[in-house]
């Protein structure tokens, strides 16, 4: 499967920006889809996860409240929702899928995820 990730961008502190994936090559509706990301210098990072019928969420601590997974699985598309943007959220972001087909347990590991998008950064600035 190819995921591409867009909808980054410059946005200032307190700002929203809505991150898209896109799917081909195969349907992400039976799959788990992440959220991860990557600030220069460190690790890439668990952000935020949907299960594959969109019923359940889970969130990174640093993002709970402020940052909204959805998914229409009619468009094979995933979204990102980031409001109050921090300049601490400066990253890189990826999408990713799950590896598991019809799991409803939502992993926060790298390694519980197969295919990964190319990334869009989004820059908060202070």
């Known amino acids: 499967v190819q995921l591409q990730a867009c909808g980054g961008g410059l946005v200032q502190t307190g700002g929203s920006v809505r991150l898209s994936c896109a799917a081909s090559?195969?349907?992400?509706?039976?799959?788990?889809m992440g959220w991860f990301r990557q600030a220069p210098g460190k690790e890439r990072e668990f952000v935020i996860a949907i299960t594959w019928s969109g019923g359940t969420t889970k969130y990174a601590d640093s993002v709970k409240g402020r940052f909204t997974i959805s998914r229409d699985n009619a468009k094979n598309m995933v979204y990102l929702q980031m409001n109050s943007l921090k300049p601490e959220d400066t990253a890189v972001y990826y999408c990713?899928?799950?590896?598991?087909?019809?799991?409803?347990?939502?992993?926060?590991?790298?390694?519980?995820?197969?295919?990964w998008g190319q990334g869009t950064l989004v820059t908060v600035s202070s």
């Open positions: 090559g195969r349907t992400l509706g039976s799959y788990v």
């Open positions: 990713a899928v799950g590896r598991r087909k019809y799991s409803d347990s939502l992993p926060v590991a790298r390694y519980e995820y197969d295919d």
